[in-house]
């Protein structure tokens, strides 16, 4: 099983700031296969991006993945204030059990 | 407008069984591979199952394998759980998710709540 791991837990920001939120796989990952997802209180998630570095359907260019390997990044270029939530990666369609990281929460500095 | 409706949540005790339905609309559900993820009251989301679009392929997540089956009745587009051998740790929201974009999960419904507890 692939475990992934999320870094910071919390990020702490100001509207206007740049996030970068860390996904680091404990086995290569194909950069087809992993995937971000933002959550807000009492909602589904929704996919950000896909492929590591896809824009899903509607999503803003703020929002960018990279990343290969082992090590991928979900970086914010400016906050908006609907931005702060919770990011949850995932490893998705190569390897199952298609598991998530457990999340990092951006909140309000 | 894509819909994902989740039904057949509710209490029940440890050692109990549960069938949750995904009922599907505004796509041709047939074309679409599906997925049943769940999350336990405040804390992060764990994938449990998935289908391919004829059933051919499944996959289940360690945890709930051996007491959960996933199906679908693409018929009725329709998508099922049928979980048995509750534990109190399967106390969830459970979400289905339609495979769509770049193969990933693209659209979620808004999920059931099952809570397993005497």
């Known amino acids: 099983e692939i475990v992934l791991t999320q870094s910071p837990g919390t990020l702490s920001l100001s509207p206007g700031e740049r996030a970068t939120l860390s996904c680091r796989a404990s086995?290569?990952?194909?950069?087809?296969?992993l995937g971000w997802y933002q959550q807000k209180p009492g909602q589904a998630p929704r996919l950000l991006i896909y492929g590591t570095s896809s824009r899903a359907t509607g999503i803003p260019d703020r929002f960018s993945g990279s990343g290969s390997g082992t090590d991928f990044t979900l970086t914010i270029s400016g906050l908006e204030p609907e931005d702060f939530a919770i990011y949850y990666c995932?490893?998705?369609?190569?390897?199952?059990?298609?598991?998530f990281g457990p999340g990092t929460k951006v909140d309000f500095k | 407008d894509v819909q994902l409706v989740e039904s057949g949540g509710g209490l029940v005790q440890p050692g109990g069984s549960l069938r949750l339905s995904c009922a599907a609309s505004g796509f041709t559900f047939n074309n679409y591979y599906m997925n049943w993820v769940r999350q336990a009251p405040g804390k992060g989301l764990e994938w449990v199952a998935y289908i391919s679009s004829r059933s051919s392929t499944i996959y289940y997540a360690n945890s709930v394998k051996g007491r959960f089956t996933i199906s679908r009745d693409n018929a009725k587009n329709s998508l099922y759980l049928q979980m048995n051998s509750l534990r109190a740790d399967d106390t969830a929201i459970y979400y289905c998710?339609?495979?769509?974009?770049?193969?990933?999960?693209?659209?979620w419904g808004q999920g059931t709540l099952v809570t397993v507890s005497s």
């Open positions: 086995q290569t990952v194909s950069s087809t296969y």
């Open positions: 995932q490893q998705y369609g190569s390897s199952p059990p298609f598991t």
């Open positions: 998710a339609r495979e769509g974009s770049g193969e990933f999960p693209d659209f």
